[in-house]
């Protein structure tokens, strides 16, 4: 084990001074701390608009959106202005017995945005998907049912990491070390058309799909507490993308079985799949849907679960007990909950004068002409897209390591992108323009191509 010690004075701020102190006093998450020692970090100083800044003055296109977060690119002044006025007003205050105009608006606004009209306010991802799996739960504790407390996920899902989240997620990467604490859910056949059957179509793959979960309800329906399924796309999964047919299905099939359906929109919301909301591409009206990343624009952390009006009448009752007694210190943080208001206004309100959904339209039409290409790439296996979401699947034979390797190969093209084991993906945020989008499609073939032509000794499977 390295031998810590002391941290360089606060003063050393060169890139080489600052990814050493981080190494020794930051744990950095998704990342086997010892690689560090050989593997640089890459220090940050500012970003704007889809740039970031290394601490050396170079520049790198934030391909991923930082982890799925950034939607309008950093610092956008709409937003940096409704969380700097907010700040002059109220920064922080308890939400148990008080409340404040930011939350309430942002609430107000979501439920007329998806039908579900009662908010819970949370700081993350994962966090929200532990409020959804208690809420559907306790809901059906409280309507009587109290055996049903199981839960249904699909093969590839991902939920988060949190100990309730990782026992609905189905990658072995992040839930076998913790496989011992977990309440394992059933695990149901996923509609990623890369799981198609041989001559089998999307339509006819999500019916298939379908009629799996409804054999298995016809039998637990009676245990079954809710599926949960993120809507179009399974991100951690490697970008599996499937047709909105299979929501259209699930949700009749929940309906007619009693089982709560969750749609985690957590990374597919806020325009990500062509619409504001991907299940609204399916028509539906799902029991409980889950929001984080985009919400704020990648600026301040939030999370909500949004509940129908059945789900909610559960809790309301002159018995404490039957409430809805879960809580987090930042819930509906006035900061966090101002720039979630503001990215809705540019939403409603459009860039430079334009439609969000418009000029995104517009990017992937050049960037699927920019990328062909990389789609022509003999090392390339498969290609999807859906609205702003791009991914391929790379022939890594002979590569050891590629995720890995090809981060830091794109880190020399001056771009962000982690690919998830052998898939690589786009995530840009909305605000690109033709010269970046130009730079990416370039920069990522290079990219594979130096990978292809130097494997290295790369061996980390990074998100």
Known sequence: MTQRRALHPPSMTTADDLAERSRRAVWHPCTQMKRLETEPLLPIASAEGPWLVGTDGRRYLDAVSSWW?????????????????????????????????PVVRLAERLGELTGLGHAFFASDGASATEIALKMSAHAWRNAGKPAKCEFVGLQGGYHGET?????????????????????????????????????????????????????????????????????LVQCAAGFGMHDAHYLKLVRQICRRHQVHLICDEIAVGFG????????????????????????????LPLSVVLSSDAVYERFYDDRGVRGFLHSHSYTGNPLACRAALAVLDLFEQGLEGEPVFERNRRSTETLNALTRPLDEHPRVRGRRQLGMLWAWDIDSRGLDGFAGAYHFAAREQGLLLRPI????????????????????AEGALAALEAVTAQASGWSVSLR
Request: aromatic share 6%.
């Open 69 to 101: 977060v950034n939607l309008f690119g950093h610092g956008h002044p709409a937003i940096r202005g409704a969380i700097e006025d907010q700040l002059a007003t109220l920064d922080h205050v308890m939400l148990a017995g008080l409340t404040h105009e």
């Open 421 to 440: 084991g052998d898939t690589l993906y786009f995530m840009p945020p909305y605000v690109c323009d033709d010269a970046a989008l130009e730079q990416l």
């Open 163 to 231: 100990i309730g989240a990782l026992a609905v997620t189905d990658i072995r990467l992040f839930r076998e070390a913790y496989a011992p604490l977990l309440r394992l859910a059933a695990v149901l056949p996923s509609p990623d058309t890369r799981h198609a059957l041989a001559g089998e179509d999307p339509r006819a793959q999500a019916e298939r799909c379908a009629q799996a979960l409804e054999r298995y309800l016809a039998e637990h329906e009676d245990r079954t507490a809710a599926l949960i399924v993120e809507p």
């Open 272 to 299: 990500r799949t062509g619409t504001l909301f991907a299940h609204q591409q399916a028509g539906i009206v799902p029991d409980l849907v889950c929001l984080s990343k985009g919400l704020t624009g990648g600026t």
